[in-house]
């Protein structure tokens, strides 16, 4: 029979590692996982939670944007969209 574990120094609860500090379970509804999930696929990377990471942070990055500027880049984007 093999030794027993020593679990004396053990904590309880879950752990994380330093990476996944600040992890926050978020609940999306199911056609916006569906979205990221079907443009990581087409992206080819697959990692749809990089996806929802890169959009809040391009949010946050133009939330402070004045009305005039967004109007600007939007017509800027579509203009070059239909080249």
Known sequence: MSEEADFS??????????????????ALDADLLR???EAALRIGNGDHEALINA??????????????????RVLREELRKAG
């Open 9 to 26: 120094s053990g904590q309880h609860g879950a752990t994380l590692s330093p990476a996944a500090e600040g992890r926050l379970a978020v």
């Open 35 to 37: 979205w990221f999930e």
């Open 55 to 72: 959009a809040l942070r391009d949010h946050i990055r133009r939330s402070g944007e004045p009305l005039e500027r967004t109007l600007r």
